[in-house]
């Protein structure tokens, strides 16, 4: 009873190096979620995946790009990190309704140097 | 486009003091409306949901909230706090017209004294 696991947990990086976070949810969702987390921000959402096969932008995708690979996992990629994508982010994922929660999972903790 | 104002950054309360988060939101079309509660160093959890029906929705833990169309807002309260309900609160809004984006708040800060 997994749910939305999200790897790695953590990740330091070095400025223009690259990166790939996954992201697996295990309750035959439809839609697929990437935000980040900032201090006073709230969250914000990077992309996100209505069903497999599409994807989204959503309000701050500059920077990043994503993958749905299958019905399960949807991938985000830093190409080009910056100290501003220092961030929390999290994958979520939901039924596909208009009123179906979002499920999160523990995020990952990136740090740009 | 739809928005969701917290007014409230940091609210610190009495242990078994009420407490009262506030959200307003902004929205041209119906909305589905949510609380999340987030622990230090986890994700968030959903803690209730306003669908349609009755205004007043309740969690299991004792928080209720009341969607008031005329003022759109979706006020959090619970009567009496304790140590465990110190976490991170957010207000989140998703619109009724096929959106699948879901716009959070930027969260309140509660703090239970003991």
């Known amino acids: 009873n997994a749910g939305v696991t999200q790897t790695p947990k953590f990740q330091v990086l070095k400025t223009g190096q690259s990166m790939t976070l996954q992201c697996a949810q295990d309750m035959n969702h439809n839609s697929m979620y990437w935000y980040r987390q900032d201090p006073g921000m709230g969250l914000r959402l990077i992309y996100y995946s209505a069903s497999e096969g599409t994807t989204d932008k959503g309000e701050v995708p500059n920077g990043y790009n994503v993958s749905r690979l299958n019905k399960r996992e949807f991938s985000l990629r830093l190409e080009s990190a910056a100290p501003s994508q220092t961030s929390v982010y999290f994958c979520?994922?939901?039924?596909?309704?208009?009123?179906?929660?979002?499920?999160f999972g523990n995020g990952t903790r990136l740090t740009v140097t | 486009a739809q928005s969701v104002t917290q007014l409230d950054s940091q609210v610190p309360v009495f242990e078994e003091a009420p407490v009262e988060l506030r959200c307003n939101y902004s929205s041209s079309v119906s909305v589905y409306l949510f609380w999340y509660v987030q622990y230090p160093n986890q994700g968030l959890q959903l803690l209730l949901k306003?669908?349609?029906?009755?205004?007043l929705v309740e969690s299991i833990n004792g928080f209720e909230a009341e969607f008031n169309k005329s003022q759109t807002s979706f006020h959090l309260r619970k009567p009496s706090v304790h140590i465990s309900d110190t976490a991170e609160y957010f207000c989140?809004?998703?619109?009724?017209?096929?959106?699948?984006?879901?716009?959070f708040g930027k969260g309140t800060k509660l703090s239970v004294i003991p």
């Open positions: 989140a809004v998703r619109s009724g017209a096929g959106s699948y984006q879901l716009t």
């Open positions: 306003y669908l349609s029906g009755s205004t």
């Open positions: 979520a994922s939901s039924g596909g309704l208009e009123n179906s929660p979002l499920h």
